[in-house]
């Protein structure tokens, strides 16, 4: 019996990550979705509803006894691409230069980059025995130095930027294995994170970067895209 792709996505209560699990689920991909808190995620539980081959799980990437649980719940499976889509913004409550919250600081690091780190690493078995053997990373141009042209927002630029450090190292370690990572900027998009002003609807940009996971070849490891294909400066 042929086995669908897989695909797990972190953060796939709302925003990117909801739309992500959304048209995978619809082209018949199995999806492990995943989330911190599940019980309270009513739109990933409809479409769960829906559609069989779309499974909820408790996720938060900082927590290391539920990644544990949670990759011994998927210890036979098989995750084609692993979307590492969970991530904050908080630099809203850090404050400016002569006041900043290193405490908010750190736990944007902990969410958006050791997190992505973590969830990478546990399941790296899995991704390894499929046949796409894709890491995904969601990015931000604002993670890029070259772009850098205001101040501020220095949590989440420099846990972005940190991200893709770790990201393009991890390209390297696992291409030996046949896996690549790709990097991502969805865009300005329409989320609780992007908010009301933004040009671009989570559909669209979805569409659009899952149009780069679907053409990734392995000249494209470790290299940072937009949502629409063009390549992001470091």
């Known amino acids: 019996m042929h086995t669908p792709p897989s695909v797990m996505i972190t953060g796939a209560n709302r925003g990117l990550g909801l739309e992500w699990a959304r048209q995978y689920a619809e082209t018949g991909r199995r999806v492990f979705a995943s989330c911190r808190r599940p ?3 009513d739109d990933l539980k409809a479409l769960a509803d829906g559609h069989p081959r779309v499974s909820l799980h408790r996720l938060d990437v900082t927590d290391s006894e539920q990644l544990r649980t949670l990759q011994l719940d998927l210890e036979d499976a098989r995750i084609d691409v692993l979307l590492n889509n969970a991530g904050v913004y908080l630099d809203k409550f850090m404050g400016d230069v002569g006041g900043i919250d290193y405490d ?3 736990r944007t690091f902990a969410v958006n980059t050791l997190g992505a780190v973590r969830v990478s690493e546990a399941f790296i078995g899995q991704v390894a025995r499929s046949e796409k053997k894709l890491v995904v990373a969601i990015s931000s141009h604002m993670g890029s130095i070259a772009e850098i042209a205001v101040p501020g927002n220095y949590a989440y630029r420099s846990s972005k930027a940190a991200l893709n450090a770790a990201m393009k190292g991890l390209s390297h370690a696992l291409s030996s294995r046949g896996i690549g990572v790709l990097l991502l900027h969805p ?3 329409k989320t609780r994170m992007g ?4 040009p671009l609807s989570p559909e669209q940009s979805v569409r659009g ?5 679907d053409n ?7 290299r940072f895209f937009r949502y629409n294909g063009s390549e992001i400066p470091w």
């Open 39 to 41: 019980e309270e995620a």
């Open 104 to 106: 908010v600081w750190l």
């Open 187 to 189: 865009g300005w998009v």
């Open 195 to 198: 908010g009301p002003d933004s």
């Open 209 to 213: 970067m899952r149009a780069l996971v």
């Open 216 to 222: 990734f070849e392995p000249s494209l490891n470790g």
